[in-house]
Every structure is written in C-alpha cells, then in structure tokens.
C-alpha cells in the first residue's frame, strides 16, 4: 500500500509539471470525456489528483457527494447562508419519526426518511433546508423544530 501511495503521490507531483495541453489530455484519459474549457489550469490538477487518489482510497459514499453538492449549490447562491451537515442533523433521529411545527397558523410535518427529511411531498437533504422552505429564511433546523442542539444526546 505504501508502494501505490507514493506512486499517488509521484503522479500528482507529475500533474503539477504538465502543460494546460498535456492536462487536457490526462482529462480525457481519466474521465472519458472532453475537457470542460472553462476550467483553470489549477482545477484540472486538482480533479485529475482527486481521482487518482479516490481511485486507490476509495471514493466519497453518496450522502457526502449529496452533501458537497449542497455545499456548492447553497454557496453559490448565497455565500452567507448557513451550511449544515445532514449527516449530523439526521443522528439521534429513527427513520418515520415524525416532526410537527406550527409557523404562521400552519401546521407543518417532516417525516424523517433513509434519504433524508420529507415534507410538502419534496425529501430535503437537512432539517435547516426544510426549515428555509417553510419560512423563506435562514435557519438552523433543529433550532427551528424546537430540538436539542446536541441531537438529543445529554
């Protein structure tokens, strides 16, 4: 293993060395399509390295990549929003446990599903991502739904 990893870390070293040709072409090899040209020369480095590591470490599971896609959406349109981890705001909760809250007269309830926390018939990958639809503003969803900020755990 120690082998592979400085072999890892000889090609990301050799990465660094290409020119934007040369990277535009290792980007085809890796990933079987062209190139996208609005990609920094600094980008192509990083995601020809990332792949080449994730190809020996394994690769990101799907609630990460769910996650991360979050991350880059959320940012994107709001670089002040609060980003929370779904991962940590779903522990402490058993999948069909159900969440009720009231704002503005209306009842309102969040069914917590293997893929995340379903309401108004759309799964949300956080509490606080629920809590934004409802009220069109930033929150933390386990503030908004009156739960313990620790995930219930004393």
Excluded: C
Aim: glycine share 10%; no cysteine; net charge positive.
């Amino acid at each position: 293993m120690a082998e592979l990893q400085s072999d890892v870390e000889a090609a990301i070293a050799e990465l660094k060395q290409l020119s934007l040709e040369e990277l535009r072409l290792r980007w085809r090899m890796t990933f079987a399509k062209t190139t996208p040209m609005n990609l920094p020369r600094h980008l192509l480095v990083y995601m020809i390295a990332y792949r080449l590591q994730a190809d020996l470490h394994g690769d990101l599971g799907k609630d990460q990549r769910r996650y991360l896609d979050t991350v880059g959406k959320t940012v994107g349109q709001d670089p002040e929003a609060e980003i929370s981890n779904p991962e940590a705001e779903r522990k402490g909760f058993k999948i069909g446990t159900l969440l009720v809250r009231e704002h503005e007269g209306v009842q309102h309830r969040v069914t917590v599903t293997p893929e995340g926390f379903l309401w108004g018939g759309r799964t949300y990958t956080s509490l606080s991502a629920v809590a934004k639809a409802i009220t069109g503003t930033n929150w933390n969803g386990r503030r908004f739904f009156g739960l313990p900020m620790d995930g219930g755990r004393s």
